[in-house]
């Protein structure tokens, strides 16, 4: 969401830092619910620093496992304090395992741009496995 830039009426949409302190933020306030999250960071035109107006966060949540389909699991958290919109790909680790696989070229991208702000020591492309 647009944002008003310090002493003017003109609007700025967030930048990189702004999106990366949000996120670290939300993860920090929300430590307690993310017991399952192996790792969280973010991918996409934030991650590549290239984001401009418009551009959504793309927030990527690994998870030792869920019992929501893939489809339902971002629904379970509130992004609202992120400045922008947010798209979540949340996997369990058997999801992460078999996407080098399923999607070799999305889990390149994935493996090369993001940016995380929460792992274990554990090298996530050895995840479930």
């Known amino acids: 969401m647009p944002v008003r830039s310090l002493n003017s ?9 702004e999106v990366d302190d949000a996120l670290r933020q939300w993860v920090t306030q929300h430590e307690s619910a993310l017991v399952e999250a192996i790792a969280v960071g973010y991918f996409g035109s934030y991650a590549r620093n290239e984001a401009g107006v418009g551009s959504d966060l793309d927030v990527l949540m690994i998870l030792r496992q869920s019992a929501l389909p893939f489809t339902h699991r971002s629904q379970q ?4 304090s992120i400045p922008v919109p947010v798209e979540a790909q949340i996997y369990t680790a058997a999801e992460w395992a078999q996407l080098e696989t ?15 702000l929460r792992s274990l020591s554990t090298p996530l492309a050895n995840l479930g496995q």
């Open 77 to 80: 958290w509130d992004f609202l």
């Open 102 to 116: 399923n999607q070799p070229r999305f889990y390149a991208t994935l493996l090369q741009e993001a940016v995380w």
């Open 9 to 17: 009426s003109i609007w700025r949409w967030p930048s990189r830092d």
